[in-house]
């Protein structure tokens, strides 16, 4: 299977390289860049030397599926043709993750460019619309907080478990934000510090509260999201706090045992998602595509505690975008993604 | 003014030893430590050649005040003679923080060494409790994320702005954790990774009830407090979660403002504590007696939403510990507590 | 083909054990550890939990190859009885890297249990000593320092491209020191500092000189090695200068010229050494078996400068032991290698 | 006495303005910035916002002295005028070190703007030239990297106690490469990252060999000189390694001795360089204006090993310059200078 890459030069279409090296059925056969288009691939990251290609403007030659890592609207203004020709597509960017185009336009302040296309896309998140995802020729991979906070809150959502008073606090890592330069990326700045950023509103919330939505459609969730930036490389964890719906749940030891039990049916037969017995730490996740969630109460003010964490350049970006691929090519899920996560 | 300072050894004695070496009225000129004892604090930490002293085994000559940075328990034991004998003492453990021995010996599991002193010992707060500090012979140093916690909902509660729904998610470096040898401090496990702990229960939220209910005696808050362990070595940020009391806020811009206003107004005349205009970092913090707090609100949800950040060792520990001395003294409050932050 | 871990729960073994999940040959029936022994793999590291086992205290079952991941003494005095049966045997620890006893002894402050066995054992750098590790049944895997130290060198001393007056200024992440508890490598101590330790010399000095002395019985090296630590997880990188033998390199251009065609050549067809056309760097090297190096001149001294770095994990100990029991095995020298490194 | 500070606004005037804050007896009265002019300096530096005040683009008002911050040939420009106005200067760039406008033109690739004013500037190593910075004008600040190097040689060189032949492997944190963007400075490239940089000669070393030196007129120093970029943000640790001239030191112990002596000896009455008895570590000057050296030799090959550290933005920049300025102004050489270094 011939697969092409846009814009292989962040560090999201990086990563999908340096997976899709070894992945057993696909072959990158084209990589495009924007600044770096006529450099050869291990000029610009020599860790990439084993899978070494010209970049070049546009994707040559012909591709079965084609993964974007172009930025929103761009990414969608480069697909159309594609879209259109029918070519097997998996869109990093946001473009294709709204069903509604008016969220879209408020949260992005653009126009979007293909309204229509929007209600043929897949969300994609396996976890959720897997059948959806099968027979898609459009995915759209989520957002990297969205990937960690929606299969935190699924379980307990669909099992209605819970309230619709939901905050989500997330901590990402600084790859999160790119490899373009910027303060807020600068070692100087970013090293032995902590903040929080988008106090007003981050850009991943109508993803998560769009899916949660999907799950169960009562009363619409009341979410509060946050986002803060801590001083490492890869890796989000997010924390998700909601009122338990006693009526469901019980109070006591049964509340607790109640949940788990949700979160252990509702995982049970996912190769990429683990429940854990102790709360998980993003280190664990380092280079794999899994996501360690721990659910627990906090049993003085029956509150759901759930912690999810994934490594935000494989699960949260090109680890979920080659499970994608390989649900929506017929080949087994888990194809090119068993590495485990390097530790320490 | 003569201090002594028991179990220098530990990160907070140090770096009060560094903080009461540039004081311009309390000489230290005796300090003490465990396994440490007979070598000299300049051995032990070079950093401190600059006021190099013997450390003994147990405080020696007379001393006007006393600092003990031993763990609880132990350091109950050792002040209880000392506090008996009318000195004037600043204590860093737990053990002098809660008026109730029994919520002490539920989070600490030990009986409480002497629960009739309770009563007496003022919670070293500041900013809630000056007076009472000023009066005080015996005075609790709170727990550095309390100290973060407390003043970053002091205002609202006070106010009656927001309900007694309460969610506090803090994120700590490894200093707090003390110099004591952990797996959980050890570089290779916690560099590049981000956990919660303590998901059961922090041992520091008892204060954090304790002391706002202190200021607001309405319904009891219902408090979720969970810690989360980063990897740098200083500072600790709090972000606070609740639903605003719109019956005291209104709703719609006035909210915003109205919290705002709350906050401005409760900190006006304190010299450590700021009300920033933008989302503080704990880099700003680093090595200076401040704490940084800015209260927004989710214009979605209604919710208060307040992050605050200190240096744990200073604010939250050391430099704490120096400023109720000053008010016990009837010394200037900033008197030796005006490092601004090492920055970056 | 079955292998079995002896100390699977250091950081090398630990590698090992994920390198070892994604073998194509090579299967782990039997892993050993001392505290951790009636734990399951998965229960002390939980990124392990896709290739779970129960820990032993002691091998189970048949193996054909044993690794061992002992420290030294310990592990010559477990591999004996092993080594004597022919088992086929690759020890990480020191024990069997030195040709001479005597040396082994002021080093390692011990006398070793079986000086006689030091002459049948290869010292296991397949860039030096193929041949010899293909027809050893027990092979000595080299330190991590000295992997990186005489993969550095040795084209420029098989070469005669230097003189003997080596400078060896290394540089490693913190997980070289083990998972062993000490305030060396304490969070709190380490990140944010770098400092030189080992200073009047370390343990893998000899091995440099007994391996570059091998390849170039001319004068013995007057080398001077010294470590630094500096704070991140994995790598090292070695820089290592020298006088140039102007009459061999000429001076000018072709000095440089003549410097850099010997690299080449000595590497041509090595799969895990890079001759770099830019100064590598760790991360480029993160998970990955493969050392970079860049050799220079400094033009104006006529200095050799040459710098090499590996992941100290990996191509410094678990890679490098895959890739000499690939070669013991007769199985394809990279089986099991070929990851990537993971970038940023 | 009223000081000016020109761009306040990268790390080595924003660490400026932080000291001055504390000092006795300068008042910062004018700063100014290029991209800031017309915003406040606690808005681009919140940690400064005890000390705040109009970042304006020209200095306004009288300055008795003024501290320069500009990049090399942006200073001179804009401190030509100043200094013939007979107005004490102290630059921070390299427009005043060297004394040979050639050298200067080949490491700058700059035409020097004055070249006559060279023989007039003092270099600002209080340690070295006390008394030319007591009468000059005009005091060029050394360099981050020769501050520690030429602190580290210049005890051997001065007692003659080594050949020419010497090499300086140097370690820097981040903060030395300034505020501007670069993928250089982009914390996911730099951060568990090491690598040498300016491997073809760094701008530093020519100031290294003139001032060395200046001190002994022997034969010339062949120096190589090579830097490395490692993961945290201040601190600068050099290694320096040379044959000693056993004809001087002697041979065995005494030589050891010997080395140990002169250092002594040297610094005996320098308030801010120490000699250790134990290899120094940065995270030990952290924010203080000191410089810890430690000498000793290689006893195998006689070689000198000589390591230094500093905090590259106190006594390599900021620090550094108001402790010149207090020699230029007849104050304290220490005013201000005083501050314990943050530890951990």
Request: charged share 20%; glycine share 8%.
């Amino acid at each position: 299977v011939k697969a092409g890459i846009i814009n292989v030069t962040g560090y999201g279409g990086a990563e999908l390289a340096r997976i899709l090296s070894r992945h057993p059925e696909l072959d990158v056969v084209s990589v495009t860049g924007r600044s770096s288009a006529g450099k050869r691939l291990a000029e610009v990251f020599p860790h990439l030397s084993g899978t070494d290609m010209p970049i070049t403007e546009e994707l040559e030659g012909e591709t079965d599926i084609v993964f974007s890592a172009l930025p929103h609207a761009a990414s969608a203004e480069r697909l159309m043709p594609l879209i259109e020709a029918g070519t097997k597509v998996v869109d990093f960017s946001a473009d294709f993750r709204l069903k509604d185009a008016a969220v879209y336009s408020e949260w992005y302040k653009v126009d979007h460019p293909s309204p229509t296309t929007l209600q043929s896309a897949a969300y994609g998140l396996p976890e959720l619309n897997r059948d959806e995802i099968r027979t898609s020729n459009l995915v759209a991979n989520p957002g990297c907080y969205p990937t960690a906070s929606i299969l935190a809150l699924a379980p307990a959502v669909a099992a209605g478990l819970i309230t619709e008073d939901v905050i989500i606090d997330a901590k990402s890592g600084v790859s999160g934000a790119g490899r373009a330069l910027s303060l807020n990326t600068h070692f100087s700045e970013v090293d032995e510090n902590v903040k929080a950023y988008s106090v007003g509103g981050h850009r991943h919330m109508p993803e998560v509260t769009q899916e949660l939505g999907r799950i169960n459609p009562g009363p619409e969730l009341r979410l509060t999201f946050l986002t803060h930036l801590i001083p490492m490389v890869r890796g989000i964890l997010v924390t998700g706090y909601a009122p338990l719906n006693t009526g469901v749940t019980g109070t006591g030891e049964t509340a607790a045992a109640r949940v788990r039990e949700a979160y252990e049916e509702y995982y049970r037969d996912e190769p990429f998602v683990t429940v854990t017995d102790e709360p998980p730490a993003t280190k664990q996740t380092l280079g794999a595509n899994n996501c360690l969630i721990y659910p627990t109460i906090d049993p003085r003010t029956y509150r759901l505690i759930v912690i999810a964490c994934i490594d935000n350049l494989v699960k949260g970006a090109a680890g979920e975008a080659v499970q994608n691929a390989n649900i929506m090519l017929g080949l087994p899920e888990t194809a090119g993604l068993q590495q485990l996560a390097l530790y320490p």
